[in-house]
Nanobody, 122 residues
Framework: HVQLVESGGGSVQTGGSLRLSCAPSGLSVGDFSMAWFRQSPGKEREAVAA???????AYTDSVKGRFTISRDNAKKLLFLQMNSLQPEDTANYTC?????????????????WGQGTQVTVS
């Protein structure tokens, strides 16, 4: 069955960096649009970044310039490079696969979701 497994989360100091990875099983990252979302307790799920099959990327304003979404098709991995991390970035980060739309931030179109990896910035 199709599965997405995130890794790379952890605790980091404010201003630090972290790189998250998403390893799909049962699908190829190059065959789907991919995205990262995050959610912290008491808050709604928030879109972070997306990458289309044609490599067009999109970011939510709060992470633009700090985060970079990318993929390595040969290694079948999706990445989220996070720099200049701030406490407000603390959340559980999940990757998703599916179809990119102009309303990608809603999560619509992404049909496969991972279980997440925790990022804590303090």
């Amino acid at each position: 069955h199709v599965q997405l497994v995130e890794s790379g989360g952890g605790s980091v100091q404010t201003g630090g960096s972290l790189r998250l990875s998403c390893a799909p099983s049962g699908l190829s990252v190059g065959d789907f649009s991919m995205a990262w979302f995050r959610q912290s307790p008491g808050k709604e799920r928030e879109a972070v970044a997306a990458i289309r099959r044609d490599d067009l990327t999109a970011y939510t304003d709060s992470v633009k310039g700090r985060f970079t979404i990318s993929r390595d098709n040969a290694k079948k991995l999706l990445f989220l490079q996070m720099n200049s991390l701030q406490p407000e970035d603390t959340a559980n980060y999940t990757c998703a696969a599916g179809r990119y739309t102009t309303t990608w931030e809603s999560g619509t179109g992404f049909v496969v979701w991972g279980q997440g990896t925790q990022v804590t910035v303090s």
